[in-house]
C-alpha cells in the first residue's frame, strides 16, 4: 500500500486511489485470500476536477472530405523503398486508385492495409489498396512492371513460396476494409510452363 501511495522509480504514486481501492489491490498483488474474499464497496468519490479527465477518446476518427476521401492532398497512399544502410528514399510511388479519379486521368493512390513481398529476382508484388489489386513492381527502379485485378481487396501480405522448382505467389482476398466488399478467396499466380 506503501508503494501504492508513494510509487517508486518508474511507478507513480496513485495518491487519487481511496484506502479501500488500495486495500484491495494489495490483496490481489499479495494474494491475501481473507481480504479477497471480502465485498469490495467503492468509495464514492467527489465531483471534483481530480476525477474529471480532461481529455476522453471518441475512436479513431479519419480526417474526411463530407464525399468521404481523405481530406489532405494526394497521394493517399504509396509504396516507398527505402536504403536500411543510409535511411534514404531511394523511390516513392503513388500506389492504389480510386476508379472515379483513374478515370478522369488522376492517379490518387488509396489507403492501403497489407505489406509487401520482395523475390530474390528483384521483383515487389503488394495488393494492399482498395482498388482490388496485385502489382509487381522492380524494386531498384520502382517501375510498375504488372497488375491485375483480384476477386476482393487484398488486405495482406502476399506470400511467395515454391513447389518442385515452380515458384508461386499468393495473397489471401478478404476485402471488407474501408468500405469495400467482402471476399473469401486465395489467389494463386505462377509463370506459365515453358512448352
Same mark, same amino acid.
Given at each position: 500500500?506503501?508503494?501504492?501511495? /508513494? +510509487?517508486?522509480?518508474?511507478?507513480?504514486?496513485?495518491?487519487?486511489?481511496?484506502?479501500?481501492?488500495?486495500? =484491495?489491490?494489495? /490483496?490481489?498483488?499479495? !494474494?491475501?485470500?481473507?481480504?479477497?474474499?471480502? &465485498?469490495?464497496? =467503492?468509495?464514492?468519490?467527489?465531483? !471534483?476536477?481530480?476525477?474529471?479527465?480532461?481529455?476522453?477518446?471518441? +475512436?479513431?476518427?479519419?480526417?474526411?472530405?463530407?464525399?468521404?476521401?481523405?481530406?489532405? *492532398?494526394?497521394?493517399?497512399? *504509396?509504396?516507398?523503398?527505402?536504403? @536500411?544502410?543510409?535511411?534514404?528514399?531511394?523511390?516513392?510511388?503513388? @500506389?492504389?486508385?480510386?476508379?472515379?479519379?483513374?478515370?478522369?486521368?488522376?492517379?490518387?493512390? $488509396?489507403? %492501403?492495409?497489407?505489406?509487401?513481398?520482395?523475390?530474390?529476382?528483384?521483383?515487389?508484388?503488394?495488393?494492399?489498396?482498395?482498388?482490388?489489386?496485385?502489382?509487381?513492381?522492380?524494386?531498384? $527502379?520502382?517501375? @510498375? @512492371?504488372?497488375?491485375? !485485378?483480384?476477386?476482393?481487396? +487484398?488486405?495482406? $501480405?502476399?506470400?511467395?513460396?515454391?513447389? %518442385?522448382? &515452380?515458384?508461386?505467389?499468393?495473397?489471401?482476398?478478404?476485402?471488407?476494409?474501408?468500405?469495400?466488399? *467482402?471476399? !473469401?478467396?486465395?489467389?494463386?499466380?505462377?509463370?506459365?510452363?515453358?512448352?
Amino acid at each position: 500500500m506503501q508503494l501504492v501511495s /508513494s +510509487g517508486r522509480r518508474m511507478m507513480p504514486a496513485f495518491s487519487q486511489l481511496d484506502e479501500t481501492e488500495k486495500e =484491495a489491490l494489495a /490483496s490481489f498483488i499479495l !494474494d491475501i485470500k481473507a481480504k479477497q474474499n471480502e &465485498k469490495f464497496i =467503492a468509495p464514492a468519490k467527489p465531483d !471534483d476536477a481530480w476525477n474529471k479527465m480532461p481529455y476522453s477518446a471518441t +475512436g479513431y476518427n479519419k480526417f474526411l472530405t463530407k464525399e468521404g476521401y481523405p481530406a489532405v *492532398t494526394p497521394p493517399w497512399g *504509396t509504396l516507398n523503398a527505402v536504403d @536500411l544502410n543510409t535511411g534514404q528514399i531511394v523511390w516513392k510511388d503513388t @500506389l492504389g486508385d480510386y476508379p472515379e479519379f483513374k478515370a478522369k486521368g488522376i492517379h490518387t493512390g $488509396t489507403e %492501403n492495409y497489407g505489406g509487401p513481398a520482395v523475390t530474390a529476382g528483384g521483383l515487389v508484388f503488394i495488393a494492399a489498396t482498395r482498388d482490388s489489386k496485385m502489382r509487381a513492381f522492380n524494386k531498384t $527502379t520502382g517501375q @510498375l @512492371l504488372w497488375e491485375t !485485378d483480384l476477386p476482393a481487396c +487484398g488486405f495482406a $501480405t502476399p506470400s511467395v513460396y515454391e513447389v %518442385n522448382g &515452380k515458384q508461386f505467389l499468393v495473397i489471401a482476398c478478404g476485402g471488407g476494409k474501408l468500405k469495400q466488399h *467482402t471476399g !473469401d478467396a486465395y489467389v494463386a499466380f505462377a509463370l506459365p510452363d515453358n512448352k
